[in-house]
């Protein structure tokens, strides 16, 4: 139990497009889902905090216009890169947290290349 | 706020070594805490967690104890495999930071043969 999925697991898209990334628990319910950031050789840098039905919480210094997050439903969070750029490329990790629980389950991570 | 911070690698190992990993912790509230580990190439897995004093967790021969006292969360094995070299990263939650994970930097292990 506690699965959860993101789609896709890599992509490569070129400077200027936008890119949708899909965050899933596949068996239970989460409220609050979380997206990370992480750089080679680093730690998890969190992105923001996304609850289902209102707007997502972003952290400082990350741009809420670049980075569209829409959590439309108690299962499914999105993350869009909008006009992407080279340095948008990372490792892009979700997390979800069951409604009535501490404990996050992560999802295996998105690799983005931006080209 | 809270802080978790963790020794700084990589930690590099002969196999059948023993291993132990340091990581402390502030918070102000009664804190969950965690390993994760990273495999090479794979997502963050959860290792081990602990969610009050005294509580031990383990896994895979894995093992960290609670420490309130000295607010500490060190990971430890006896006998360490090359399928274990991995990045590893403690991490808290509470209350307090609405469940939000706080990470220690990470540390690279690496297992020798």
């Known amino acids: 139990g506690a699965v959860v999925s993101q789609h896709p697991s890599w992509v490569i898209c070129k400077s200027g497009t936008s890119v949708k990334i899909e965050c899933r628990s596949l068996?239970?319910?989460?409220?609050?889902m979380f997206w990370y950031r992480q750089f080679p050789k680093q730690s998890l840098m969190l992105m923001a905090t996304?609850?289902?039905?209102?707007?997502?919480?972003?952290e400082q210094g990350v741009e809420k216009d670049k980075f569209l997050i829409n959590h439309a439903s108690l299962t499914l969070s999105t993350l869009t890169v909008t006009s992407a750029h080279p340095e948008d490329s990372s490792f892009y990790i979700c997390?979800?947290?069951?409604?009535?629980?501490?404990?996050?389950?992560f999802g295996p991570g998105t690799r983005l290349t931006v080209t | 706020g809270d802080s978790v911070t963790q020794m700084e690698g990589p930690v590099t190992l002969s196999e059948e070594a023993c291993l132990t990993i340091?990581?402390?912790?502030?918070?102000?509230?009664?804190?969950?805490l965690f390993w994760y580990v990273q495999y090479p190439g794979e997502g963050l897995q959860l290792l081990l967690k602990?969610?009050?004093a005294d509580d031990k967790g383990s896994n895979k021969g894995f093992e960290a104890t609670y420490r309130k006292e000295t607010t500490s969360f060190h990971l430890e094995k006896g006998s360490v495999q090359v399928s274990d070299s991995a990045v590893y990263f403690c991490?808290?939650?509470?209350?307090?930071?609405?469940?939000?994970?706080?990470w220690g930097a990470g540390t690279k292990l690496i297992i020798k043969p």
């Open positions: 996304s609850n289902e039905g209102s707007k997502a919480t972003y």
């Open positions: 602990a969610t009050k």
């Open positions: 340091n990581c402390t912790y502030t918070a102000t509230g009664y804190p969950s």
């Open positions: 997390s979800a947290l069951p409604t009535s629980s501490y404990e996050q389950y």
């Open positions: 991490a808290l939650s509470d209350l307090d930071s609405n469940y939000q994970l706080i």
């Open positions: 068996d239970f319910q989460a409220t609050t």
